[in-house]
């Protein structure tokens, strides 16, 4: 069946989805966007993502075409006209359709679309058992809370991990880690748990702040503060976060095992509660 696809209002096929080439986000990158976690046709924290959304539009001064409300309804709907189990679905916002001039057009309609994929659960059981990292220079600008549709550093970066047998690059700026090409980066020492804190180096995950909630409740220590490659390397525990990953150990950056080289108790712990998150009432909205 062809899947249903959310454009400007409309819910159309797939096939019949079309965006002109004139389209900002194609000629620019001139756009924000979202990925929301559908379990079992409910979408997990969508609230948070709606938040972020209009957080991210407000930075590059694009005016929302639609409510949280509207977005909202309208993704439920596409989850129920597709038939979505276990999905993703990824939402963009551009500046709209106008000739081709850096400056902001006058009076374009901002784009948005929605279209939700299956997600593979054999893939999410694979990360979950750990994964492999590369570590690579953090080449992007300082607007990375905003959830651009601008990725080319992000791209290149993930396929230098991919080129390298690895699953993701882990971004370092001035030594400091920062995050990953797609996903927050968090390192255990003892029972501490350290993260880069929020800012503009780094995209305030969704998972990333339901983990350190979760750390929390779990008696962990949470330190939002910059940490070193070295640091990372030493640390007794690694992992990713991710709307689409969730909570994935890493067991290698740059070839180097990290800890006992397979997922820590204190992640295994994390990763188990917020299973147990996906399934209540509380985290799905
Ligand atoms: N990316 N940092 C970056 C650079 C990201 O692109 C993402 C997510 C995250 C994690 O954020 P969250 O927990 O809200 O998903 C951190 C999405 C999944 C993507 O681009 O596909």
Redesign the pocket.
Same mark, same amino acid.
């Given at each position: 069946m062809e899947q249903i696809v959310f454009l400007n209002g409309r819910f159309v096929p797939e096939r019949q989805a079309v965006i002109s080439v004139e389209d900002r986000g194609n000629t620019f990158g001139d756009g924000v966007y979202e990925?929301v976690r559908i379990y079992e046709g409910r979408p997990f924290q969508l609230e948070a993502?709606l938040a972020r959304l209009e957080r991210s539009a407000a930075a590059i001064r694009l005016p929302l075409p639609m409510t949280p409300e509207e977005i909202s309804s309208a993704a439920r709907e596409l989850i129920e006209r597709n038939g979505c189990a276990d999905a993703s679905l990824y939402l963009q916002v551009s500046r709209g359709v106008a000739p081709r001039q850096h400056q902001f057009p006058d009076g374009a309609q901002p784009t948005v679309f929605m279209i939700a994929r299956p997600v593979d659960p054999k893939a999410i059981t694979t990360y979950r058992q750990g994964v492999g990292c590369i570590s690579v220079e953090d080449r992007r600008w300082t607007m990375?809370h905003v959830?651009a549709i601008t990725l080319l550093p992000?791209v290149l970066a993930k396929q230098a991990a991919k080129d390298a047998g690895a699953f993701e690059a882990i971004f370092v700026r001035e030594g400091v880690v920062t995050?990953? &090409?797609?996903?927050?980066v968090f390192a255990v020492s003892g029972k501490r748990l350290y993260t880069h804190p929020e800012g503009p180096f780094?995209?305030s995950?969704?998972?990333?702040r339901l983990v350190i909630d979760l750390a929390r409740r779990l008696g962990l220590e949470v330190c939002e503060a910059p940490f070193t490659l070295s640091d990372l390397k030493e640390a007794d525990e690694v992992f990713l976060? &991710?709307?689409?990953i969730e909570i994935a150990p890493v067991v290698r950056i740059d070839g180097q095992r990290v800890g006992k080289g397979g997922p820590g108790t204190r992640t295994v712990d994390l990763q188990q509660a917020f299973d147990k998150l996906k399934e209540g009432p509380s985290g799905v909205d």
């Open positions: 990925v993502h990375c959830k992000n995050e990953g &090409s797609s996903s927050n780094i995209l995950g969704v998972t990333r976060t &991710s709307t689409v």
